[in-house]
């Protein structure tokens, strides 16, 4: 087990709601899914998407920083380009959101320095429903 691995393991036990950006409405898209399971698992999700108003049952707001700041946010999991990555980083460090998950296929170096010199913890490249199952079980529940 790696130091990694045990430093998402306690994320994700501590962890009680994720801003997830670029989820969409659609259930087969991969964002749709991955919500979908973190919501099954016990988590709070926000969806930010601005061309939504609402998705899996909870207000869709248009960005990050839209988000009320009173609506604390424990992960911030993107599901945007990597080069699309920049903007949502600039939004979790001003919200002071302390972690940012970038999902499957999804980096960028110069947003992941900048996220961690503002003391944001960065995961990129790795699906966090893979990693949650991975980690705690397929059936874990989040809430205890």
Same mark, same amino acid.
């Given at each position: 087990?790696?130091?990694?691995?045990?430093?998402?393991?306690?994320?994700?036990t501590?962890?009680?709601?994720?801003?997830?950006? /670029?989820?969409?409405?659609?259930?087969?898209?991969?964002?749709?899914?991955?919500?979908?399971?973190?919501?099954?698992?016990?988590?709070r999700?926000?969806?930010?998407?601005?061309?939504?108003?609402?998705? +899996? /049952?909870?207000?869709?707001?248009?960005?990050?920083?839209?988000?009320?700041?009173d +609506?604390?946010?424990?992960?911030?999991?993107?599901?945007?380009r990597?080069?699309?990555?920049?903007?949502?980083?600039?939004?979790?460090?001003?919200?002071?959101?302390?972690?940012?998950?970038?999902?499957? /296929?999804?980096?960028?170096?110069?947003?992941?320095?900048?996220?961690?010199?503002?003391? +944001?913890?960065?995961?990129?490249?790795?699906?966090?429903?893979?990693q949650?199952?991975?980690?705690? /079980?397929?059936?874990?529940?989040?809430?205890?």
């Amino acid at each position: 087990m790696t130091t990694r691995d045990d430093e998402m393991r306690s994320l994700l036990t501590r962890a009680r709601t994720i801003a997830v950006v /670029g989820l969409s409405d659609k259930p087969e898209r991969d964002s749709n899914e991955v919500a979908r399971y973190l919501q099954s698992v016990g988590y709070r999700i926000v969806p930010v998407n601005p061309m939504l108003t609402e998705v +899996l /049952g909870e207000r869709a707001y248009p960005s990050l920083a839209a988000v009320p700041a009173d +609506l604390p946010v424990d992960i911030v999991d993107v599901f945007r380009r990597s080069d699309q990555v920049p903007p949502v980083v600039d939004e979790a460090i001003a919200r002071h959101d302390p972690v940012v998950w970038m999902q499957l /296929g999804v980096q960028n170096a110069e947003a992941a320095a900048r996220a961690r010199s503002a003391g +944001l913890t960065v995961f990129e490249d790795l699906c966090i429903m893979v990693q949650h199952r991975r980690l705690l /079980g397929p059936h874990a529940s989040r809430v205890t």
